[in-house]
């Protein structure tokens, strides 16, 4: 952070033509020399001299606080000494002088020396050169950011926005009349700032958990302020009480520099408050907590420990971890209120703020207090309008009273006196304007012995000033430190300074930074220390040389063990610095598709880890950097497209995977193409890359040729549900045996649990008994459903339809219960759909189809919408089959599809639903034809419930048409084969129908059918 200022003759032609050439050299040396004088007068270094301008820069060699009011004093010192100038020269030669002078501050590139006669270069010179040019004579025009670091203590006239050559924006401009004199401030180094004036909003909070504690109901607390204003400092304060009283607690901060996966902070916070709670000696916090009726502690704390508290992640979903998260809150709650607290939750990535607003709902009976802490401008913590108690706490600045109870402690010697006099802390005060931090920083640099003359009024150009000030190794290491991010561990700062000379100093600078008050030492392994504040990080990391950050960035992407998403964060970073400095060639293009690379490897581990808005986010800073000409464009490209429709972003994932077929079959990678065909197929199963069995079958070989296991996962899964579409589901549990191996080989949790749903689907429409099917189900989520709730979803859906089937419906619902909840939170679009066609077929079973009708209803909507075509059409006909169970005429909300175009097992169900509506409205012949072609399509499929439902359908058409013997022939067809599978409410049906036919007695209804 420099100021710059330009000083320039004015009609310097004209006085050549009236003055001797020799005099006029004389007087253009004696002008040069008044205006050196003024500017090195007050600490500034003039740079050069261009004809007759004066070019000179305050902030080089060294960074001063005040070094906007040194420049807009000489600027002032240089009119009145021309002034004194001309009036020598008036008498002397009979001419006088006149300049223009334009001033302006902000950052710069510099060299610190002046050797090659350019010590400052960048926009900040050049708009300063144009605001002298657009002055007046006489006259001085500063910038906006002058006029703001001079404060009050400047006397300026708005000159209004001025279009200056080579700028595209207006710059606002201001006339510098004078300057207000200054104060003095002496030495001092403050200790950890006191905690002052707060007992107010400390009591709030110690309420606010005492009446979770009295209720024993949840609250959600919002804790704002501006940045600096104390609201991490009043947490720590009654955090640290509440921690030595032993309570249970857990804290931690968003980031705002660094990547991580979303929900890092939480696994943070947790894991502090799972620390404490294990405290007492056991070996885990579980062990102490016996879970309550009805919760799972170990189900829970296994999910947490395998995603979340491993790496940030919501693995294996988010509603799973959400889920796991109110369970444990909830289990530790048992010991006594738990309070979660994070901070700078501006800085926290959507899912988290959309997850922490639903969190204390979830735990509306449990007395646990959620504190989150943040700017209110800036992202903000989370709101809920449904929240079980929601308040807010705002930090107002410090009274001026308190302000100079805080100045007079930070700076209190040991003997009662102050090291700063009462003038220059009463400055300080001034300045700060209430905000703790800023007066902390204030008078830190005061303290360490810069010019008492003024005090800057921006902490930015107080914490430039302090960091310029610093020892050449507390320099470095701070500067590392800020590459690293807000925290740092000693050992990566010493990374980044091997084989230089402050490599063996770096635990003494931190000492001094330590004392400094510029960073502190945070508890634990390894050693680590983070800056004071987040912007004192960022005033560090600005003051750092491009092409030295972009260095520093690619060597911590080459640290071993660095993740996937920091490693490309790291390389990213150092590729845009080399960009920004206009690099070109092979070096910058080689460091450009590393940086691709990265994000490619950092999105694929996020999406199988099913964290789709992460994956999503990094796939596209991937694709940023680069084009379809790029080797790793394809890959970037359909993992961003997957996400988008995983999401629920279809037409936008299925036109970028157009891009990729159209791409990769130019390029000849058959690989790539096979993935963005199958994925296509699927999407739109009647567009123009056929169906999903044909590119699976298609794309098969390549998957196998190229080692590719996910390949070879999704194609299998594609080929099952063929298999289960045509009613083979015995050929389907083959198909899917191989699936699930490739996806557990790539350890690619959407695809495992696609495999598995796959699996239990079959057992429940297969041939396999019903008993063995829930057998087989339970052994399923025994292996792979402990902490992966996708795979818990995906079996727990047909598992509730298969305890239906056999009459256990309070079983059933509950298993439907678990399912929507951890459902709900995965994040893939085409879930909401299951949820309601699962639990309609669940009341169906129970004998309410009225039940049933809106949940069907709900379904086909999410369907349409979604565009999701095949599962829109199976819950139309289980619509129209609902409608009939009450009587009631299908009406449009059965298919129009031809049934040329099912496969067995939906035709089957199709022309069996048309027969039923044949017959109901007295078309006997039609309705045999179409029972009969029921029952011939489901004679296809080895699936006992498809040719149970085809024949039971066509006992129903006869026992319409008063066919009884008929009729009690295919309804005892149809029972034989529900009690085959163990189906035991399609068995009481068929025998209700078989009961109700003897004799030619009238139809039953066919309330309680199953398809």
Not at 507 to 521: K, P
Not at 667 to 696: F, N, S, Y
Request: some cysteine; overall charge negative; glycine content about 10%.
């Amino acid at each position: 952070m420099v100021t710059a200022l330009f000083c320039d003759l004015v009609g310097s032609t004209e006085l050549s033509g009236v003055l001797e050439p020799e005099t006029l050299r004389a007087v253009v040396l004696r002008y040069f020399d008044a205006m050196r004088a003024g500017i090195e007068a007050r600490g500034g270094t003039v740079e050069k001299f261009i004809g007759d301008a004066v070019v000179a820069v305050f902030g080089v060699p060294r960074v001063r606080e005040d070094d906007a009011r040194r420049a807009a004093s000489a600027a002032l010192g240089m009119i009145e000494a021309l002034e004194e100038l001309n009036d020598e020269l008036e008498r002397e030669v009979g001419s006088t002088l006149a300049v223009r002078i334009g001033v302006n501050s902000g950052e710069v590139v510099t060299s610190g020396e002046v050797a090659d006669g350019t010590m400052v270069s960048g926009e900040v010179v050049n708009v300063a050169a144009r605001l002298e040019q657009a002055a007046p004579p006489g006259q001085i025009l500063i910038g906006p950011t002058t006029r703001l670091l001079l404060g009050a203590a400047a006397r300026v006239e708005p000159v209004g926005s001025l279009t200056l050559r080579g700028k595209r924006d207006p710059v606002s401009a201001f006339r510098l009349t004078g300057l207000a004199p200054g104060g003095a401030p002496p030495d001092t180094r403050p200790p950890a700032t006191p905690f002052v004036d707060r007992s107010g909003e400390y009591r709030w909070l110690t309420d606010a958990r005492a009446s979770v504690a009295a209720r024993g109901g949840s609250r959600l607390v919002r804790v704002t302020g501006e940045a600096g204003v104390g609201k991490s400092r009043l947490l720590r304060e009654w955090l640290a009480e509440l921690i030595a009283e032993g309570a249970l607690v857990g804290s931690a901060r968003c980031r705002s520099h660094g990547d991580e996966a979303s929900l890092t902070p939480l696994a943070d916070a947790l894991a502090s408050l799972l620390r404490r709670a294990a405290s007492d000696g056991t070996e885990a916090a579980g062990d102490a907590l016996p879970p309550a009726a009805g919760e799972d502690w170990d189900g829970a704390y296994e999910v947490l420990h395998g995603g979340l508290l491993a790496d940030g992640t919501p693995s294996p979903s988010l509603g799973a971890t959400w889920a796991a998260v109110a369970s444990v809150l909830a289990g530790l709650s048992r010991r006594g209120p738990v309070v979660l607290v994070l901070d700078d939750v501006q800085w926290a990535r959507p899912l988290l703020r959309d997850g922490l607003r639903t969190l204390g709902e979830s735990l509306a009976d449990r007395p646990v207090l959620l504190v989150c802490s943040g700017r209110q401008a800036e992202g903000g913590p989370p709101e809920s309008s449904r929240a079980p108690d929601l308040a807010e706490l705002r930090l107002e600045p410090l009274s001026e009273t308190a302000s100079h109870r805080l100045a007079a402690a930070l700076t209190a010697t040991a003997d009662g006196g102050s090291e700063l006099s009462e003038e220059v802390r009463r400055a300080v005060v001034r300045r700060a304007e209430g905000n703790p931090l800023h007066l902390e920083q204030l008078l830190a640099w005061a303290g360490d012995g810069a010019d008492p003359a003024e005090l800057p009024v921006t902490v930015t150009a107080v914490l430039a000033a302090r960091i310029d000030a610093l020892e050449e190794a507390e320099r470095a290491v701070l500067d590392a430190g800020a590459v690293l991010g807000r925290r740092f561990t000693t050992d990566d700062v010493r990374t980044l300074l091997t084989d230089t000379p402050h490599e063996g100093a770096v635990a003494g600078a931190l000492g001094g930074l330590v004392r400094r008050g510029l960073v502190e030492r945070v508890a634990g392994t390894p050693p680590t220390h983070q800056f004071r504040s987040g912007l004192l990080r960022d005033v560090t990391y600005q003051g750092l040389s491009k092409r030295r950050r972009a260095a520093w960035h690619e060597r911590l992407a080459a640290r071993p063990g660095t993740g996937a998403a920091v490693t490309a964060h790291h390389l990213e970073q150092s590729c845009l610095h080399l960009r920004e400095l206009g690099q070109r060639g092979p070096r910058a293009e080689e460091l450009r598709s590393r940086t691709a690379v990265a994000f490619v490897d950092a999105g694929r581990h996020a999406l199988a880890r099913a964290d789709l808005s992460w994956a999503a986010d990094l796939y596209e800073r991937g694709l940023a950097h680069g084009g379809p000409d790029d080797v790793w464009w394809t890959a970037a490209a359909q993992g961003l497209g997957e996400s988008w429709i995983a999401l629920g972003r279809t037409d936008d994932g299925d036109a970028l995977i157009r891009r990729v077929l159209e791409v990769s079959a130019a390029a000849g990678d058959d690989r790539a193409h096979a993935h963005a065909r199958l994925q296509l197929a699927v999407t739109d199963p009647e567009g123009d890359q056929g169906t999903a069995a044909e590119a699976a079958r298609a794309g098969l070989p390549v998957f196998r040729a190229a080692g590719d296991r996910l390949g070879q996962a999704r194609a299998y899964v594609r080929l099952a549900q063929d298999m289960q579409v045509a009613g083979r589901h015995q050929a389907a549990g083959a198909l899917l045996a191989a699936a699930l191996g490739h996806a557990m080989a790539a350890e690619a949790t959407p695809e495992r649990a696609l495999a598995l749903g796959a699996l239990a689907v079959s057992l429940w429409h297969g041939p396999t008994p019903a008993a063995d099917a829930v057998a087989r189900c339970r052994d399923l989520l025994a292996e792979h459903g402990p902490g992966n709730a996708v795979a818990t979803v995906t079996i727990g859906y047909p598992l509730a339809n298969l305890l239906a089937l056999r009459g256990h419906i309070g079983e059933a619902r509950a298993w439907l219960t678990t399912a929507d909840r951890l459902a709900a939170g995965l994040g893939y679009a085409e879930a909401a759909c299951f949820g309601p066609l699962f639990a309609a077929g669940v009341e169906m079973c129970s004998g309410r189809p009225e039940r049933a009708e809106p949940l069907l209803r709900e379904a086909i909507d999410r369907c349409r919408a979604l565009g999701a075509t095949t599962l829109h059409a199976s819950a139309s006909r289980d619509l129209a089959r609902a409608r009939l169970a009450r009587g009631l005429a299908p009406g449009s909300w059965l298919t129009d599809r031809e049934p040329g175009a099912l496969r067995p097992a939906d035709a089957a169900d199709h022309h069996g639903v048309r027969a039923l509506t044949a017959a109901g409205a007295g078309d006997t012949a039609l309705a045999l034809a179409l029972a009969r072609r029921a029952v011939a399509e489901a004679d296809t499929t080895d699936s006992p419930i498809s040719r149970g439902a085809a024949r039971l359908d066509l006992a129903r058409v006869h026992a319409a048409a008063g066919r009884g013997v008929a009729a009690r022939h295919a309804a005892e067809a149809a029972a034989r084969m529900y009690e085959d599978k163990g189906h035991a409410v399609g068995l009481a049906a068929a025998r209700e129908v078989a009961a109700g036919a003897f004799g030619g007695a009238p139809a039953p209804t066919v309330e309680g059918e199953l398809r």
